[in-house]
């Protein structure tokens, strides 16, 4: 299998890594870095001509796996592997490390944002085999930061399946473990509160959730934690923590908050200690993280006119930033994005955490959902219950009040310089934290974006509790470990047990967990393009909240000759059109009779009509969450072809 070039790839990076430093986990972090900024090359270079195919990306995987055999050959260094502890409750973690893997790999895709846009994204770049932007109706796919989805685009392109894609986080979510663990000792920590470090960083909710997803806020965190671990001997790693920081800011914008307090706090200790000579390093480490983005930047200053898109759709709503900024709307966003994370899928303290903070803005008149820091439509509230087992919206109670905690802790602690660096890592942390809130409106699906920060604050954890005794540290992994299980067992959209668990599907409709009342709407329809021969399908989309990327599926499942799907619904867009397309798919509430466009018309030929509650997952009889879901689905086939659609040829699935 060609996907074993880049896997093979990794092995040898960290074989030579670790020649060299002998330390495992640090060979583990060099080498992931080294393979993604490859796979970022490789991509941006073979876009430049077009050339994004599996052949040469195969090529350049191979050129690169006999570089590196090479290079671990000529490795003199003798290798002496680490001497592993495993006791009950690090077998306990990789236990759970294990199962989170496993359903990664067996699970389909179902996130929605995966859907809409992270996985659509892929399949364009490889059917346009370039990842310059393209025709499409969802902004999303042109203008969120690209890296997370380069490196599954690697791996879907060499398998030829989507087996790969959720490996990406879970992977991530390995080297956060590691990282966090070689963190807290580099602050200080012993052996034992390193596996709390790492204990802390595993079971954090939103992070359990996602590992098994393709978002990429642990893509996100891993780029984090190898920013932060090579701040320490500056001057002689910048070029680590350039290449760590440019993947970051390619992964998530978040990185811009997130990084900003610490590379303040470096700029000065660097210039404090070394004069105008830390000039250097830090020109090293800023051109290489700037690299990264640059050619990402380009793509959407030439589309956009600016290289940060601060919107999500077309014309006006969906903006992302505050439209405005005050006192006010900081408070506000800080109150907001806390509760999201001390929500519970306990519905009573959901209710009293925002009856307080209601009340709280009613004493200062404020709005609550002031539509100027509340992203749009967004109405601040509490939040059903189902959706805090979800990745998208699940808090992180515990660890919140975990890390609250480990600072005062670390407060408490005796003048040392080890409390010095603590205090001012803890207020990075809270720093960055504040960044975002005054710069983003508040929405109900911020804890996934926070993940970066609450997996840097586990050595804040470690490091806190390294004074205490080893039974009260194993006390604590074990409540951890049990508090996870939840979250491991009861996703929706990837759920272990009950009557509608995941094992007990198709892979097929597993897509659909997220919009189940959807999915034979999307068989009929592609079904009835494959029966008219249509290759090329031509999507019309004013709502950009549809998913895009089950067609893709169903459409390399069930067709019998490849096919692809183009974006009609920017207007300003029609230059990039290439060729006419076979058939349209109209995603409407309303769709009209015929669609015209320049040299073809286009009648409505099939209607898939779905309406239905969207039923989160039976848990031993009894239903958990429900939202009301329409679609209506149409299929266009050229007036030539088609004589139009009769009352007795619409299909209702239900």
């Known amino acids: 299998m060609l996907v074993l070039l880049p896997i093979f790839c990794w092995l040898l990076l960290c074989f030579i890594r670790f020649s060299r430093s002998n330390c495992l986990r640090r060979a583990f972090l060099e080498a992931s870095i080294v393979w993604a900024s490859f796979a970022v090359f490789v991509t941006e270079s073979l876009s430049l001509f077009t050339s994004f195919t599996q052949t040469t990306v195969a090529a350049a995987w191979g050129i690169a796996l006999l570089v590196c055999a090479i290079a671990a050959a000529k490795s ?74 380069f490196l599954i685009m690697h791996l879907r392109l060499l398998s030829g399946t989507d087996y790969f894609s959720n490996v990406v986080q879970w992977f991530s979510m390995i080297g956060c473990l590691l990282g966090t663990s070689l963190l807290a000792k580099q602050l200080g920590a012993n052996a034992r509160a390193q596996v709390l470090a790492a204990a802390f960083c595993l079971t954090i909710p939103i992070g359990i959730l996602e590992s098994t997803s393709t978002q990429n806020d642990y893509v996100a965190a891993l780029w984090f934690i190898c920013f932060l671990l090579n701040l320490k001997n500056f001057d002689k790693s910048a070029v680590w923590c350039g290449l760590s920081l440019g993947l970051f800011a390619l992964t998530k914008p978040t990185a811009y908050f997130f990084a900003l307090p610490f590379l303040v706090l470096l700029s000065l200790a660097m210039f404090k200690r070394m ?51 005050s006192l006010e709307y900081f408070a506000s966003n800080v109150m907001r994005n806390a509760a ?25 008149h404020w709005d609550a959902s002031d539509p100027k820091s509340t992203f749009d439509g967004i109405t601040f509230g509490v939040i059903h219950p189902a959706f805090q087992l979800q990745e998208d919206t699940a808090g992180n109670p515990l660890h919140t009040v975990l890390f609250l905690i480990a600072v005062c802790l670390v407060i408490g602690y005796k003048q040392t310089p080890e409390r010095r660096t603590l205090l001012l890592y803890s207020a990075s942390l809270m720093v960055g934290f504040f960044l975002f809130s005054a710069v983003l409106k508040w929405q109900p699906w911020h804890s996934r974006l926070l993940l970066p920060l609450y997996v840097a604050a586990a050595p804040i954890v470690g490091c806190a509790f390294n004074r205490f005794s080893g039974k009260l540290n194993t006390a604590l992994i074990s409540v951890l470990l049990i508090y996870s299980l939840p979250y491991l067992l009861l996703n929706p959209n990837k759920i ?20 189940p009342n959807y999915y034979a709407s999307y068989v009929s329809a592609i079904d009835f393009l494959d029966k008219n021969h249509a290759s090329r399908i031509g999507v019309v989309a004013e709502d950009t909240s549809w998913c895009e990327y089950p067609l893709w599926v169903l459409l390399s499942h069930n067709f019998t000759k490849p096919a692809c799907i183009e974006g009609l619904s920017a207007p300003e867009w029609k230059e990039y059109r290439r060729t006419e397309p076979d058939a349209l798919i109209s995603f409407d509430r309303n769709p009209p009779d015929t669609i ?26 009894h239903e958990i969450g429900k939202t009301y879901n329409h679609l209506s689905m149409a299929v266009y086939l050229p007036q030539s072809l088609s004589p139009g659609l009769s009352p007795s040829e619409q299909v209702s699935p239900r």
């Not at 290798?79 to 006791?87: A, I, M, V």
């Not at 929605?112 to 025709?135: C, M």
């Not at 466009?597 to 239905?612: A, I």
Request: charged residues 15%.
């Open 76 to 149: 003199k260094n003798s290798l002496e592997l680490p001497r592993l502890q495993l006791s009950p409750v690090v077998l306990a973690m990789a236990v759970l490390t294990l199962a989170l893997g496993i359903l990664a790999v067996y699970c389909s895709p179902n996130n929605y944002d995966s859907l809409t846009y992270h996985l659509s994204r892929i399949e364009h770049w490889i059917n346009n085999r370039s990842v310059a932007h393209f025709q499409i109706h969802v902004l999303r796919q042109l203008t969120m930061n690209p890296a997370a989805e």
């Open 340 to 364: 999201d994370e001390l929500f519970t899928p306990i519905p009573i303290c959901n209710k009293i955490i925002v009856g307080a903070i209601e009340r709280v803005h009613s004493i200062f």
């Open 496 to 515: 272990v047990l009950g009557d509608e668990n995941i094992f007990a599907a198709s892979r097929d409709s597993n897509y659909f967990r997220s919009i």
């Open 275 to 325: 004069g105008v000579a830390a000039l250097r390093p830090l020109a090293v480490a800023a051109a290489l993280s700037i690299m990264f983005c640059a050619p990402f930047a380009m793509r959407n200053t030439m589309m956009f006119g600016t290289p940060f898109v601060n919107k999500c759709n077309y014309g006006q709503g969906y903006r992302a930033g505050n439209d405005a900024y």
């Open 596 to 621: 015209s466009l320049p040299g073809k018309s286009y009648r409505r030929s099939l209607l898939c009509d779905s309406t239905g509650d969207r039923v989160y997952y039976h848990f031993y009889g």
